[in-house]
Structure formats: structure tokens, C-alpha cells
């Protein structure tokens, strides 16, 4: 059973860092491409970050310059490094790994994770 679960939320200032995690278990394909999400209520989930299975990032324009996102060598988690947040990236963050085969999609989210910018 794949797990996918994000911490490291919460409330941080404006022009503040924050550092999220995502933890996996489970047997996640090695060509999996994994990414952060977010959203705000009433608005559609988007894509804040992808990283592919060879390592290749894509971003937001919203938050390029400004988040990273990476893994550990073991490939178990994920992190998204955010500098210099705005109160506009205040949204639930999510992550996610997706793969697929020659007759499946297999997609997988975590819980979510708060992250909410304000003085």
C-alpha cells in the first residue's frame, strides 16, 4: 500500500522560508514522477512543483525563483523548500506520485499540509 504523508506546515510570516515533506512507503515505481499541489477553498487544485524520475523540475510561474523542490537519494521523500512566501501561496499543499504501465495509471495523494502566510 503506497503512503504518501506531508508535514512541515503552518504559519510563517511574509517573506518568510518554510520547508515541506513528504514521506512515502510503499512500493512507488521507480519511474515515478512526483510533484506539490496545492489549493485554496473553491479553487482547483494546481501545480506548484513536479520532479521526474530522472530528476527533471518544472514550476509554477508563480513560485519559480523562489521554491525548490527535491528528493533524498533513496527516493522516500520529497521536499519543497519555499523562500520568500506571499500571503497568496496560503493554500493546503499536497504531493503526489504518479507512474504509469502499459495498461494502468497509478496516482497517489497525501492528507495535505496548511500553509498559511500572514503577520
Known amino acids: 500500500q503506497v503512503q504518501l504523508v506531508e508535514s512541515g506546515g503552518g504559519l510563517v510570516q511574509p517573506g518568510g522560508s518554510r520547508r515541506l515533506s513528504c514521506a512515502t512507503s510503499g512500493s512507488i515505481s521507480s519511474s515515478a514522477a512526483m510533484g506539490w499541489y496545492r489549493q485554496v477553498p473553491g479553487k482547483q487544485r494546481e501545480l506548484v512543483a513536479i520532479i521526474t524520475n530522472g530528476g527533471i523540475t518544472n514550476y509554477a510561474d508563480s513560485v519559480k525563483g523562489r521554491f525548490t523542490i527535491s528528493r533524498d537519494n533513496a527516493r522516500t521523500t520529497m521536499y519543497l523548500q519555499m523562500n520568500n512566501l506571499k500571503p497568496e501561496d496560503t493554500a493546503v499543499y499536497y504531493c503526489?506520485?504518479?507512474?504509469?504501465?502499459?495498461?494502468?495509471?497509478?496516482?497517489?495523494w497525501g492528507q495535505g499540509t496548511q500553509v498559511t502566510v500572514s503577520s
Open positions: 503526489r506520485a504518479a507512474w504509469g504501465s502499459r495498461t494502468s495509471v497509478y496516482e497517489y
